[in-house]
C-alpha cells in the first residue's frame, strides 16, 4: 500500500522545487543535510520534545464545543486547541524546531516574513530564548492591520521592518527577507513560517507541525472511540493544515477539507484562494498553485486575515488537491467573521480570523452531514490580535453602531 | 558545453578579450519609463561603448534585485508593460544596432508564456538568449531543452557560495558566459566590487569555464577596470538605471562612455 504520509520533498508530484538564486542553493542544501541528521537524531528529538512540554505547552488539548455545534447541524465538533500554546497559535512548533536547527548550523541570526504577526512573534520569542539576533519582515498593510503584534516583536527585541513594496502584504515580506537572506546567509537562518519556498522547507515545516494531528488522533480517539469523519483547517501557506492532516493522510475513511481565504467572494477577484483558481506557476522557491495573470505576474491577494492573504499555497497542498486526497473551498470573509463571532458568543473562546475559516467549514460540513458527523476543526490560532480589526468589523468601537444582528442564541 | 561559434554573446566577448580587454554588459528593464524610451536607452548603450545588452523583462516579485532596479520594474509594469511587448522590442533593437541583446528574467513569466515558444519568439526577433536568476540548473531542463532547439544562449548564475560541483554543472549549462555572482547580495551600486568575485572567477576557470562575467555592485570605471582584469566582462546595472532615471538618455550615454572607458586599453 503507497503512503501519502511519509511523502517527502523536494517534489510532491509536478509540484515542490527549488526555484531560487544560485546564491542560496548552498544554504539550503547545508539546511536539507542538518535537518535529515537531526530528524534522525535522538537527542535533538529530545531537546525539541522537551521545549514543547515545558514551554510550548504541549500537548495542546481537544475541546468539544456543543453549544456551538447547534449551529452546525447538530454535529459533533471538536477543536484540536493550537491558540492555547505558548504565544498563541501552532507557529511555534515549527520555530522552534528551526531554531535549534539553526543554533546546529552556527547561525546567529534569525529572521522572519510574517503575516498576521503570529510567525514573527512566535521566531522573536525563539530569538529571545535562544539569545539571537531577530529581524522580522511584515508587509506596511498588516503592520497597521496587526499593530498590536508589532509591538509584541519589539517587546521581544526583534526588529520589525514595515515593506512598502507590492501589495505590501506577506509575499512582498517574503520577498525582502529572501534579499536578506542571499546577502546574510553565512550567518543568518531564514525561518520560513510556511510550508511554501523551495526545498527542504515544505517538508522539514510540515515535520515539524505534524504533531499537531499526531496528538489530535490519539486525543479524539481517546474520546469518541473512533476517527473524525471530517478535519477542517484554513490554508494560506497551509502550516496548520498540512500538520493536522498530515497523520490522517492514510485514512481514507477520515474526509480532508482545507479552506482558502475567499476574501470578498471568488467572483470578485478580490481573495486568495490560489487552489481553487488552480494555475500552475513559479512564486518564491517553488511551483504551486498561484495567483496570477496571463504573463505569470503575481496577482495581489486579498483577505480580511493577514495570515491567510497570500496568493500562493505549499506545493503539497497543491498535489493534494491535484490527487483528490484533499478538499479545498473557499470561505468568503463574512462567513469567516460569522464563524469568528459564533465561537466567541458559544463557547468563550475568541479564535484568529485565520481560524474562523476552518470554524466556517465546519458549519458548512455540520449543516451537510447532521448529527452523525464528527468534525475535527484545527483551531491555529487565538484572536486577541484581532480585536481591533473584529471590533471595527462589527462597529464594537466607541462611536460607532454596535450590530448585534446574526447570532441567535 | 560552451560553443562560443553559435553564441553572439560569446563572440563578442571574445573580440572584446582578444582586444586585450573584456566586455562591458550593460542592464536596462524594458519597458522603463516607457517601452519606446528603453529602446532608445539600450540603443544608446550599444552606441557608447557596451558590448552586450541585457534587457530586464519587468516581473512582480524580483527577488534578485536591489530597491534602484525595483522601483523601475514595478514603474513599468505599473504603465502597462506585457510579456508580448519584448519580442517586438527587441526587434527594433537589433535592428539599429549589431550589438547582441540578453533577456534577464525570472521565470515565472517564461513558464506561462511557455518556454519553447518564448525561445521560438526571441529567436525570431533576434534575441540573442536568457539570463534567468531564479532557474538553477537543476531545474532548467525544460529551458535547456528550449534553448537548444532555438539556438539561444542560457546564462545560468554561479556565487561565491557554490560548491565545486556546482559551479562545474552552470559551466556546463550555460552558453554565451556564466554569471559570476560578485558578492553574496542583490543588485545594486557598491562602493567595493568584493574581492570575493577575483577567487570566484578563478574557481570557474578551473572548471573550464569559457566566459565569466562579473555582476553586481559594478558602477565606475574604476571597477570595470579593475574586474577586467582577472573576468571576461563586467556587468553594469542600477548605474545606468539610476542614470536613466535622473538624468534621461543623454546623461545614460556619458555614463555609458565613462564606465565603458575602463574597459579600454590604455
Not at chain 1, 474526509?255 to 481573495?271: K, N, P, Q, T, V
Not at chain 2, 534585485?65 to 510579456?83: F, H, N
Amino acid at each position: 500500500m503507497t503512503t501519502l504520509h511519509d511523502v517527502v520533498g523536494p517534489y510532491f508530484g509536478e509540484f515542490g522545487g527549488r526555484y531560487v538564486p544560485e546564491s542560496l542553493v548552498a544554504a539550503l542544501d547545508e539546511l536539507d543535510e542538518a535537518y535529515k541528521a537531526a530528524a534522525v537524531d535522538p537527542s535533538f528529538q529530545a531537546e525539541l520534545a522537551e521545549l514543547h512540554k515545558t514551554y510550548t505547552g504541549r500537548p495542546s488539548i481537544i475541546t468539544e464545543v456543543p453549544r456551538f455545534a447547534e449551529h452546525a447541524g447538530g454535529a459533533r465538533v471538536i477543536l484540536k486547541r493550537e491558540d492555547l500554546n505558548h504565544t498563541g497559535s501552532h507557529k511555534i512548533n515549527n520555530v522552534l524546531g528551526q531554531a535549534l536547527l539553526a543554533k546546529r548550523l552556527g547561525k546567529t541570526r534569525l529572521i522572519a516574513e510574517t503575516g498576521a504577526g503570529q510567525h514573527g512573534v512566535a521566531t522573536a520569542t525563539a530569538a529571545a530564548l535562544f539569545g539571537m539576533e531577530c529581524v522580522v519582515y511584515m508587509g506596511q498593510v498588516d503592520t497597521e492591520r496587526q499593530a498590536l503584534n508589532v509591538a509584541r516583536m519589539r517587546l521581544l527585541g526583534a526588529e520589525v521592518v514595515s515593506v512598502a513594496t507590492g501589495s505590501r502584504t506577506l509575499k512582498d515580506a517574503i520577498n525582502d527577507a529572501l534579499r536578506d537572506w542571499v546577502a546574510s546567509v553565512e550567518t543568518t537562518h531564514y525561518v520560513l513560517g510556511t510550508v511554501a519556498g523551495p526545498h527542504p522547507f515544505p517538508t522539514m515545516v510540515r515535520d515539524f507541525h505534524k504533531i499537531i494531528g499526531e496528538e489530535a488522533r490519539e486525543q479524539v480517539l481517546a474520546l469518541t472511540g473512533k476517527l473524525p469523519d471530517y478535519i477542517t483547517a484554513c490554508i494560506g501557506g497551509g502550516s496548520n493544515a498540512i500538520g493536522i492532516f498530515n497523520a490522517f493522510l492514510d485514512d481514507p475513511s477520515v474526509e480532508l477539507y482545507g479552506f482558502e481565504a475567499g476574501g470578498d467572494g471568488i467572483e470578485s477577484g478580490r481573495h486568495a484562494a490560489s487552489i481553487t483558481l488552480g494555475k500552475t506557476g513559479v512564486l518564491q522557491g517553488a511551483k504551486s498553485y498561484l495567483m496570477q495573470d496571463d504573463d505569470g505576474q503575481t496577482v495581489e491577494s486579498h483577505s480580511i486575515s493577514a495570515g491567510l492573504d497570500y496568493p500562493a499555497v505549499g506545493p503539497e497542498h497543491a498535489w493534494l488537491a491535484k490527487i483528490g486526497r484533499v478538499h479545498y473551498e473557499p470561505i468568503t470573509d463574512a462567513e469567516a467573521m460569522e464563524a469568528f463571532r459564533l465561537l466567541t458568543r458559544t463557547e468563550g473562546i475568541i479564535p484568529a480570523i485565520e481560524s474562523a475559516h476552518a470554524l466556517a467549514g465546519a458549519i458548512k460540513l455540520g449543516l451537510k452531514h447532521g448529527p452523525d458527523a464528527t468534525i475535527l476543526v484545527s483551531l491555529s490560532g487565538r484572536g486577541d490580535k484581532d480585536v481591533a480589526s473584529a471590533s471595527r468589523y462589527f462597529g464594537l468601537l466607541e462611536g460607532e453602531i454596535v450590530d448585534d444582528g446574526a447570532v441567535q442564541l | 558545453m560552451i560553443d562560443s561559434t553559435t553564441s553572439k554573446v560569446g563572440a563578442a566577448i571574445h573580440a572584446r578579450k582578444d582586444a586585450g580587454s573584456g566586455a562591458v554588459i550593460g542592464y536596462l528593464p524594458l519597458g522603463f519609463p516607457d517601452i519606446q524610451t528603453s529602446i532608445d536607452a539600450a540603443v544608446t548603450l550599444a552606441n557608447n561603448g557596451v558590448d552586450v545588452l541585457e534587457l530586464g523583462l519587468p516581473y512582480s516579485d524580483p527577488v534578485m534585485d536591489g530597491p534602484v532596479i525595483q522601483a523601475a520594474t514595478q514603474r513599468a509594469l505599473a504603465e502597462g508593460y506585457r510579456v508580448r511587448d519584448t519580442f517586438p522590442a527587441v526587434r527594433e533593437i537589433v535592428s539599429q544596432v549589431k550589438t547582441p541583446v540578453l533577456v534577464m528574467t525570472y521565470w515565472n513569466p517564461v513558464a506561462q508564456f511557455g518556454a519553447q515558444r518564448f525561445a521560438d519568439e526571441l529567436s525570431a526577433a533576434g534575441g540573442a538568449g536568457l539570463i534567468t536568476p531564479d532557474l538553477i540548473p537543476d531545474e532548467g531542463s525544460e529551458w535547456m531543452a528550449a534553448a537548444t532547439a532555438a539556438d539561444l544562449d542560457r546564462v545560468f548564475l554561479a556565487a561565491p557560495s557554490s560548491s565545486e560541483t556546482r559551479l562545474k554543472q552552470a559551466v556546463e549549462a550555460s552558453r554565451g558566459f556564466v554569471y559570476t555572482v560578485s558578492t553574496m547580495g542583490i543588485t545594486g551600486a557598491r562602493s567595493d566590487v568584493d574581492s570575493a568575485a577575483a577567487t570566484l572567477v578563478a574557481r570557474l576557470r578551473a572548471v573550464g569555464v569559457d566566459n565569466a562575467c562579473v555582476g553586481l555592485g559594478i558602477s565606475t570605471a574604476q571597477q570595470v577596470r579593475e574586474v577586467l582584469a582577472y573576468a571576461d566582462g563586467a556587468i553594469i546595472g542600477s548605474a545606468f538605471v539610476r542614470a536613466l532615471a535622473e538624468g534621461g538618455l543623454e546623461r545614460l550615454a556619458a555614463v555609458s562612455s565613462d564606465l565603458a572607458s575602463g574597459s579600454r586599453v590604455s
